[in-house]
């Protein structure tokens, strides 16, 4: 088995430790397949338009029965977010990754819980913008028959608990259920030979402050310069363009 994408698939969010490709959904899903192999290529920041240059040739050196992925979270992110450049990155990058017996498993990607804390306007924006990726997703994953696992129903059903502490990410409840539904969905061609580890304790109050500290402030230092002032732009953007389409549609 080969995983590609982003921080989700490599593991982030797995406890408070740092992801070492050992740890997250696609790694919970390998071991309870019992895959011979298990290659994590996933990697923090990964945009869709990065799946084909930095991972593609690994994956396919491979040679795996079956790919995990996730792409697209980043783009929503980043102030030049286009749905239809990720469809377009996707789908080359998984029509490459087609072959005849291989599986291929995409996760949509849920609301960012991070934003329910911002104005409804924001939210609202940040929530159509999940949206488009999902159908770009879904679009993608049609080329090649790839199966899609829905992440917004897994969370849905996982409740609070299927968060980590930064709200982007799923906690360590959260990528076992979403390796749950990975594995559900690959049976029955590939059947569980294992079970699935019981995530641990969500951490105490002192754990998640001290993460919030030693991780979560250094993280909001460092994008309040890159990505926070593209989200701002992006958000502003599109609300200006909702108010001219009222007014269009009034005048």
């Not at 992801?19 to 990964?46: I, K, M, Y």
């Not at 490459?96 to 924006?125: K, N, Q, W, Y």
């Not at 930064?166 to 969905?185: C, K, L, N």
Request: some cysteine; overall charge positive.
């Amino acid at each position: 088995m080969v995983a590609i994408g982003d921080s989700l698939t490599l593991g982030v969010g797995d406890g408070t430790q740092d992801a070492r490709g050992d740890v997250g959904w696609a790694a919970h899903t390998a071991r309870a397949l019992g895959a011979s192999a298990f290659v994590n290529l996933a990697a923090n920041g990964t945009r869709a338009r990065d799946l084909v240059p930095r991972q593609l040739a690994a994956a396919l050196a491979a040679r795996p029965d079956v790919v995990l992925a996730t792409a697209g979270g980043n783009d929503v992110l980043r102030g030049d977010f286009d749905p239809a450049e990720v469809e377009r990155e996707l789908t080359a990058a998984l029509g490459a990754l087609a072959h005849p017996g291989r599986r291929i498993v995409l996760v949509t990607i849920d609301r960012i819980g991070l934003f329910d804390a911002f104005p409804a306007a924001i939210t609202d924006v940040m929530a159509r913008r999940v949206g488009l990726a999902n159908i770009a997703i879904r679009a993608a994953a049609a080329t090649v028959g790839a199966t899609v696992v829905d992440g917004a129903a897994v969370f849905r059903i996982a409740g609070r608990r299927a968060w980590h502490i930064d709200r982007i990410h799923p906690s360590a409840y959260g990528h076992r259920q979403i390796a749950w539904t990975a594995v559900a969905a690959l049976s029955p061609q590939w059947c569980a030979v294992a079970p699935i580890s019981p995530a641990p304790a969500a951490p105490r109050l002192r754990t998640r402050a001290w993460w919030l500290v030693r991780k979560g402030a250094p993280w909001a230092v460092k994008r309040s310069r890159d990505l926070i002032p593209q989200i701002a732009q992006a958000v502003t953007h599109e609300l200006l363009e909702d108010r001219r389409g009222r007014i269009g549609r009034t005048a």
